[in-house]
């Protein structure tokens, strides 16, 4: 398995290195092509929440491939119908709730920037807020929602009208004060941007600003959602509703799946010939959600995430360079007191353990909601020797022989 690397370099788009070649999975363990062991404990960036080939997702996936795998959009299916009632059960929408299904967080998202058109046009309304550090997707919209610069600015100009706050209330009280807000779209905790928390009281601030003004409130929750952080939404912990939340990543358990839902009159902006994706909530995707978020209910597995999230965030307060943790339930950014996330990471995978650094002082973990003592207890041995590893490596900087 010497040549992987060329061969990626070869024919595939060049847009960052790849760790390793994996090959399989099992639970929260993946194998690489020299069969070496993983355990995972990014999950894909937060999507394998029932880890890799569990049970529950191939035999939804293989039932419902030898069933019915693809409709066009001019039918429907029961999977879907049964996915759309789950979502606005789950979501809390009562009635008036209604569901989109797409494929992708971005693609979410974009249709979620097209419903705030839908609503303030009319009125001549055309600015979106969106906040400092938020990662919104790549697509030309939603990339246009999302203010990094290396992101962005190879690909100006973007969608006009978007209006960057920074994470602050007077920010946020400035921005609709200048007039002509449609919408606002905010993460209720940014997770590409390492897993950062709102400042108290921010999203129910949004929530009256965007009431008085007439604006949307929209939640992207592609990572925090369909359980992530212990409730169904993130936002089921703020005592707030949105007009509109997306979701996307642990959805489908690694199948590709989004889905936009709409409360009350937000339900109503769209009408026939306005929107529509070929793909998507085909009914092999709309089985695998059926399946996935079914089984998280029927399990009680939101209780898992909620006691493994609190284990590890204990667990790990007094590792080497850790200064405190950040996130909730599974989706946790472990903070660092020296720059060093890449090495750290680096020092991790060289171990056999999976996780991800989104900021130069930050660790991502977001396992599977499945994880018990065996997989804390086997992330705890080789996270702690990354970080030890990393620290003597430093001492050995610090003071030359
Ligand atoms: C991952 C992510 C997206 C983009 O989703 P894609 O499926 O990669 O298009 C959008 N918003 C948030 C908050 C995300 O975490």
Redesign the pocket.
Known sequence: MSDWNEDAAHDLMSLGGRFALLTRGEGSWLWDADEKRYLDFLGG??VNCLGTAHPVFVEAVSKQAATLAHVSNYFASPGQLELAARLKRLAGTGDAGRVFLAN????A?EMAFKLARLHGKPSGRTKMIVVEGA????TMG?LSLTPKAMYRDPFLPAVPDVVTVSRSIESLEAAFAAGGVAAMIV?PIQ??AGVVELPEGFLARARELTAEHDALLIL?E??TGSGRTGTWFAFQREGIVPDAVTM??SIGAGFPL?ALITFGAASELFYPGTHNSTFGGNPLAAAVANATLGFIEETGLLDNVNARGAQLRAAVADLPFVTGTTGAGLLIGIRLSAPVAAEVRAAAHERGLIINAPTEDIIRIAPAYTIGDAEVAEFLTLFSAALDATASAHSTMETPA
């Open positions: 960036i937060a992708s967080g971005s693609e998202n990662f919104h997707g790549r939603a993460e997770g590409e992207d592609v990572q996307a990543k989004s």
